[in-house]
């Protein structure tokens, strides 16, 4: 196995991960130093770059009819822009001590070692797979890149029957089980929790879960699966739970990620509490100058509780990528933090939320109000106004916002934007009602849904 130097009088910085932050990370570098100054290598394990995740369920469910839509540039892209780029090369081990990392080309098996003078480590988050009888079936698929899209569109096109069962009812579980019933197949989705959408308060839930029984999906709440049974021939054929059997042809699990840290661990770099890597502001691997990290396998600063999160999201992975390189460059940026928002659609039912659930707030020891409202997208007058709940939480006595969530048909979603800042500015639900938004009667009634819920939060922290 041969060291791979680098060239006299040039760094090298490599880069472990091939999607949204490793190659902004990679990008923006470049852009700042040119080849003379530093090489750049980065190590993909898969076929593909810089691609949407997020995009998958709606490929999967025919909304996005090809696979390279979802790419936002290609390998060719990068090397044209002078960028080392190694697919199908897995980096299996890194000697923090010898600044150099070792990787696998995963066709033929063979290794060498790279040497670095900066490392970025981008190596995402991979999907939960619980240890249980039968996980490994062939029929069974974890949905986190467009390799594993791929495989489960292959599953669907020679798959016997039309049975499909979810496991989890979090963004990638309800998304993917509208996918499957857009193909025509009779799902059931099995959720731990007692509604769907863990990232809602069960009040808002159980709007979600309305949604998606009016979708044709069974939901299973309150239910843990135990095992997977398969045929003869090694294909799954049912999820069983503690109580029930239910017929499968395909499983998706939609369970949530991990950050996939097990490199960092072995090289015994900090990780968090929830397993994923630990960065200063600049996304400085704390106690490392030579190492950065970014994207699902990093925690962050949650901005409202002030404690440290995992948040598996593309928006965070490119600021990652561009605060990163950016510093790699020889600029100066900082990644401050984050509020938690989030954005998912049922059908037509539009789902957001941002800043801290209940139970978020009562595990950081934080006393609060909540009130929940019901409004209209539009004045109720106009043409297409549609209903929308909003539920909102101050802290008491300062009135601090602390969370929105918010349900309901088209224009719902994105109001929680508005949420999201006076969340980052620290506002509190008083100043909130006197914020000036946009108003007509095709757009909204003249008290935004939000603002209705900052008035009634207000008053509830006056206790009017």
């Keep these: 196995m041969s060291d791979d130097g680098a060239r006299p009088g040039r760094e090298r910085l490599v880069v472990v991960g091939g999607d949204a932050a490793g190659m902004s990370a990679a990008s923006q570098a470049r852009r700042l130093k040119g080849p003379d100054a530093l090489e750049i290598v980065a190590f993909e394990r898969g076929h593909f770059t810089s691609f949407s995740a997020c995009g998958i369920p709606y490929w999967v469910g025919g909304d996005v009819s090809e696979r390279d839509e979802l790419i936002a540039r290609t390998p060719e892209e990068h090397r044209e822009r002078g960028i080392d780029l190694r697919l199908r090369t897995e980096v299996t081990e890194l000697d923090v001590a010898g600044k150099r990392v070792r990787a696998r080309d995963v066709d033929s098996g063979a290794e060498s070692w790279t040497s670095y003078d900066r490392l970025v480590l981008a190596t995402g988050a991979r999907p939960v797979r619980p240890e249980l009888p039968g996980i490994d079936a062939r029929g069974v698929h974890g949905v986190q890149t467009l390799d594993d899209g791929q495989a489960l569109l292959d599953t669907l096109s020679r798959a016997r029957g039309r049975r499909a069962v979810v496991v989890g009812a979090g963004y990638i579980g309800v998304e993917m089980a509208e996918a499957l019933i857009n193909r025509g197949y009779e799902v059931t989705v099995v959720n731990r929790g007692s509604e769907p959408m863990s990232t809602l308060d069960a009040d808002m839930g159980r709007l979600v879960h309305a949604a998606m029984e009016g979708l044709g999906i069974t939901m299973v709440n309150d239910a843990t699966v135990t095992k997977v049974l398969t045929g003869d ?232």
């Design 233 to 464: 021939d090694g294909w799954v054929r049912a999820v069983a739970t503690e109580d029930a059997e239910y017929p499968a042809d395909v499983v998706v699990l939609g369970i949530g990620v991990r950050p996939d840290t097990a490199l960092a661990r072995a090289a015994g770099l900090p990780l968090g509490a929830h397993g994923g890597l630990l960065t200063d502001r600049a996304m400085r691997v704390r106690g490392h100058d030579d190492i950065w990290a970014g994207g699902d396998c990093v925690e962050v600063l949650d901005l409202v509780s002030g404690q440290q999160r995992h948040i598996a999201l593309g928006t965070h992975a490119n600021k990652h990528g561009q605060v990163i390189g950016t510093n790699v460059g020889g600029g100066y940026a900082t990644f401050p933090g984050v509020v938690g928002t989030a954005v998912s659609k049922v059908c037509d039912l539009e789902i957001a939320r941002t800043g801290l659930r209940e139970k978020d707030a009562r595990r950081v020891g934080l006393q609060y109000e909540a009130v929940t409202i019901e409004s209209t997208s539009r004045a109720g007058y106009y043409p297409g106004a549609s209903p929308m709940t909003v539920k909102m939480l101050a802290e008491r006595r300062t009135g601090r916002l602390l969370g929105v969530q918010i349900v309901g048909r088209e224009g719902a979603a994105k109001r929680v934007d508005v949420a999201a800042v006076a969340l980052t500015a620290g506002m509190t639900v008083e100043q909130m009602t006197a914020l000036d938004l946009g108003y007509a009667p095709p757009f909204s009634p003249v008290w935004d849904p939000v603002l209705v819920a900052a008035r009634k939060a207000a008053a509830k922290v006056r206790g009017l």
